[in-house]
């Protein structure tokens, strides 16, 4: 797996796109996951039944009001040092874990918006 705590992603509540790959919804983090571990990887649309894995760009071009879903765009264009010092790995351990709570607390929001009334 490719984690290197550069990743970030970009939140769309209620959107979504169209094209991607289709995979059965197991939670927000793995879906994620799923979507870092493939280089050409885009975005993620996630519902309570599925991960769709858009490796296209243009599949993101637009997006569509998709009530349910959220859309997780990445940028990956931070570029680690070649030369890593023992500081610098700590600070990319160190952002690693930001994300892991970062996505943890999405998690949570996307579970309490699929199962509390608004």
């Given at each position: 797996m490719r984690?290197?705590?550069c990743?970030?992603w970009?939140?769309?509540?209620g959107a979504?796109?169209?094209?991607?790959?289709?995979?059965?919804?197991t939670?927000?983090s793995?879906?994620?996951k799923?979507?870092?571990?493939?280089?050409?990887?885009v975005?993620?649309?996630?519902?309570?039944v599925?991960?769709?894995?858009?490796?296209?760009v243009n599949?993101?071009?637009?997006?569509f009001d998709?009530?349910?879903?959220?859309?997780?765009r990445l940028?990956?264009t931070?570029?680690?040092?070649t030369?890593?010092t023992?500081?610098?790995t700590h600070?990319g351990?160190c952002?690693l874990?930001i994300?892991?709570?970062?996505?943890a607390?999405?998690?949570v929001?996307?579970?309490?918006?699929?199962y509390?009334?608004?």
């Amino acid at each position: 797996m490719r984690l290197t705590g550069c990743e970030t992603w970009t939140r769309k509540k209620g959107a979504a796109s169209q094209g991607g790959k289709f995979y059965p919804f197991t939670s927000l983090s793995e879906c994620l996951k799923l979507c870092i571990e493939q280089p050409e990887c885009v975005a993620v649309d996630v519902s309570a039944v599925v991960c769709v894995v858009h490796t296209d760009v243009n599949h993101t071009a637009t997006t569509f009001d998709a009530p349910g879903y959220a859309e997780y765009r990445l940028d990956r264009t931070c570029q680690p040092s070649t030369q890593a010092t023992s500081q610098s790995t700590h600070f990319g351990n160190c952002l690693l874990r930001i994300m892991q709570c970062i996505t943890a607390y999405d998690e949570v929001f996307f579970y309490i918006e699929r199962y509390l009334p608004q």
